[in-house]
């Protein structure tokens, strides 16, 4: 995208924000809701759900970030200084995302295949620095380009201002104040490559090796509980049996929609970007934008989804939802009574 064509640049915002808007004000809704109910439940202070609280606010962090995240992708004019920050803060938000959500899977993981370290596990015994390292390592890699890492003072980076026009001495593109600030400029292709491939990609193979790992313990529980009542019943299958069997088969269903409609969609986004980096050739920018604000938007529901299946964490909104209910109708009821009053003595004169 060119800074010398306002029009289309100015399209294209509009196109981002179209899409990315209401996602992120859903996101951030929902975030809040799972937020306020681990807050007013006592009995869920405690350190599993304090890592599920870091990644909801992560998660946050991420629905009011989305919107920038796929400005990325543009050319405009910003100072050095405003082009870092533009391009550094989402990446940390991102990554320090993916790491929490690797952090809670690994946690839940422990509990399931190995409950007897569970309570022993180190994450317990020494949260603040379990908190340090899902947060800590993301900003350090992400701020590499303000130490040097980027390419800022590569050659022929005018041209991307002023590709296809003869700029004025008097442009903002040639000036000091401001440049044009690219994804390219900011960040170096090993930089992309170590990040793609050397963080996000073996993330989120860990999360889908343990949620299947998950499953499958869970199957063999549920075998042996199928040969126990079967051993009772004399080898009849029972309904209870039927009943485990469906939930069981309910939740693997679950989960592999759960993966296809939030991580399928980023994954194709990862790698059509990466293959168009390699090729170094140009594509449709409005396909791009709606790739990267589909695929970052799906992957940012992930925490949504594990949190909106447990009632404890949704349960103080179900109350409050109960009691506005109830409020509007007792008002409905009372703005009724007069009419009702009046046509009772209507008919009784």
């Not at 890592?51 to 543009?74: E, K, N, Q, R, Y």
């Not at 180190?122 to 390419?151: I, Q, T």
């Amino acid at each position: 995208m060119d800074c010398g064509e306002p029009s289309a640049l100015l399209n294209r915002e509009h196109l981002i924000y179209a899409i990315t808007v209401p996602l992120s004000a859903s996101i951030i809704l929902a975030n809040l809701v799972i937020i306020l109910g681990i807050m007013c439940n006592r009995q869920l202070h405690n350190t599993p759900n304090y890592f599920f609280l870091s990644l909801l606010v992560a998660d946050l962090c991420t629905g009011v970030a989305l919107p920038f995240i796929p400005l990325m992708g543009l050319n405009r004019e910003l100072s050095f200084g405003s082009c870092l920050v533009a391009h550094i803060f989402p990446n940390f938000l991102f990554l320090a995302f993916l790491l929490n959500l690797v952090m809670v899977h690994y946690e839940r993981y422990i509990c399931i295949a190995e409950p007897l370290h569970y309570s022993n596990l180190w994450m317990h015994r020494s949260f603040p620095l379990a908190l340090l390292l899902v947060w800590a390592p993301p900003l350090l890699y992400a701020s590499l380009p303000a130490f040097g890492w980027n390419n800022w003072t590569g050659p022929d980076w005018n041209g991307c201002c002023a590709r296809g026009q003869k700029l004025s001495r008097s442009s903002n593109c040639s000036t000091n104040v401001t440049a044009c600030c690219s994804y390219r400029r900011v960040f170096p292709n090993a930089f992309i490559y170590l990040e793609v491939y050397g963080l996000v990609l073996p993330a989120i193979l860990t999360i889908a090796a343990m949620t299947g790992r998950v499953l499958w313990i869970t199957r063999g529980q549920l075998k042996d509980i199928c040969r126990l009542h079967r051993s009772v019943e004399r080898g009849q299958p029972s309904d209870r049996e039927q009943r485990l069997n469906m939930r069981y088969t309910r939740c693997v269903v679950a989960v592999s929609l759960t993966f296809l409609a939030c991580w399928v969609p980023y994954l194709i986004y990862m790698h059509v970007c990466i293959a168009f980096l390699i090729s170094d050739t140009k594509w449709n920018s409005n396909t791009l934008i709606v790739l990267s604000c589909t695929g970052i938007g799906s992957m940012a529901v992930v925490p949504l989804v594990l949190g909106l299946a447990n009632r404890q964490y949704t349960e103080p909104a179900y109350k409050l939802q109960q009691k506005l209910r109830d409020r509007l109708s007792r008002k409905m009821r009372t703005s009724r009574e007069p009419e009702v009053r009046e046509n009772t003595n209507d008919n009784l004169e």
